[in-house]
């Protein structure tokens, strides 16, 4: 069995920073894709930015140059390093990857279960 636990959420005031971690456990033979998405109070869950495991990344035309995600492949972690945080950054943010486990199923979709990060005043 693979988790995702998520870390560093919180509040922060606008224009401030923050450090999302993600580290996953279990019986993993190799992280494909890890990604972080969000949640905005009663919106729907859209994606923030990927990264591959050669370190290719991608990103939201809403974080573009303010959010940095990065992952250490040793650790099984992937991290978002968010700057110049808005209001409208206010959101639950989920970790997610694509897992290949040890008992042979194949690839898994993993999720976290999301951390709470609030950008207000």
């Known amino acids: 069995q693979v988790q995702l636990v998520e870390s560093g959420g919180g509040l922060v005031q606008p224009g401030g920073s923050l450090r999302l971690s993600c580290a996953a456990s279990?019986?993993?033979?190799?992280?494909?894709?890890m990604a972080w998405y969000r949640q905005p109070p009663e919106k729907q869950r859209d994606l923030v930015a990927t990264v591959t495991i050669a370190g290719s990344t991608n990103y939201a035309d809403s974080v573009k140059g303010r959010f940095t995600i990065s992952r250490d492949n040793s650790k099984n972690t992937a991290y978002l390093q968010m700057n110049s945080l808005k209001p409208e950054d206010t959101a639950v943010y989920y970790c997610?990857?694509?897992?290949?486990?040890?008992?042979?199923?194949?690839?898994?979709?993993?999720w976290g279960q999301g951390t709470l990060v609030t950008v207000s005043t």
């Open positions: 997610y990857a694509d897992v290949m486990t040890r008992d042979g199923t194949g690839v898994l979709g993993i």
């Open positions: 279990g019986s993993i033979v190799s992280i494909f894709r």
